[in-house]
């Protein structure tokens, strides 16, 4: 695709549940992120995953947080025993080339009740 | 511990005039600055970066201008456009010690008035 495609865009679920949020990074490029943004807050890493290097999972805020990458390229992002405060927007970006920058998809929002 | 802080929340600018958005950091590994801009709903966008070997890039009416000794960076927008208003978010990384992760300041909101 010519972006990076995340879904769902939007996710309610009760609290205790998991949840899978996707991402479909923009094909050749050899690295994916992932950030989440609270309320009111900026954007906070989580997860990068380079070629088929060992991920940087120095971000991920607990063990309830995990993610994978398939074959270089599909992600998921897995949440299990969903708490009320990861309530956010999920951002998933990929990049080639860093003097680029990312590019972000447009995120999933998450809301846990 | 906050290594990328854009202590403004919040600008106001005449459509016209000049924007000025400011971004500090902590981190003296940082090598590499970007400035992003996100419209509500969707992801953000690239705007424009600057290695720590230049202390100024300029793209069309944006300009970043490092200054490396005060670990400070800032965009300037020129003329500011209602189409710019939106968040803007100020990131950094230590290219050659951790790769292309990026860490981001909490945004400032601008917003043009026509």
């Known amino acids: 695709g010519a972006g990076v495609s995340q879904s769902p865009s939007n996710k309610v679920t009760e609290k205790g549940k998991d949840v899978e949020l996707r991402c479909d990074p923009i094909?050749?490029?050899?690295?994916l992120y992932w950030y989440r943004q609270s309320l009111g807050q900026g954007l906070e890493f989580l997860i990068y995953?380079?070629?088929?290097?060992?991920?940087?999972k120095s971000g991920l805020p607990s063990d309830r947080f995990s993610a994978e990458r398939t074959g270089g390229s599909v992600s998921t992002l897995t949440i299990q025993r969903t708490q009320q405060e990861d309530s956010a927007v999920y951002l998933c970006?990929?990049?080639?080339?860093?003097?680029?920058?990312?590019?972000f998809g447009s995120g999933t929002r998450l809301t846990v009740v | 511990d906050q290594q990328v802080k854009q202590n403004s929340p919040s600008l106001s600018v005449q459509e016209g005039r000049i924007s000025i958005l400011n971004c500090d950091y902590t981190?003296?590994?940082?090598?590499?600055f970007l400035w992003y801009k996100k419209y509500p709903a969707e992801g953000p966008t690239f705007l424009i970066s600057?290695?720590?070997?230049?202390d100024k890039n300029e793209d069309g009416r944006f300009t970043v201008f490092l200054n490396k000794s005060a670990k400070h960076l800032s965009l300037h927008i020129v003329p500011s456009q209602p189409g710019d208003s939106a968040v803007y978010f100020c990131?950094?990384?230590?290219?050659?010690?951790?790769?292309?992760?990026?860490?981001f300041g909490g945004g400032t909101r601008v917003l043009v008035k026509p």
């Open positions: 970006a990929s990049s080639y080339q860093p003097e680029y920058g990312y590019t």
């Open positions: 094909s050749g490029h050899t690295a």
């Open positions: 995953f380079q070629g088929n290097s060992a991920p940087d």
């Open positions: 981190n003296s590994m940082f090598d590499y």
């Open positions: 600057i290695s720590s070997i230049k």
């Open positions: 990131a950094a990384s230590a290219w050659k010690a951790a790769g292309n992760k990026l860490t």
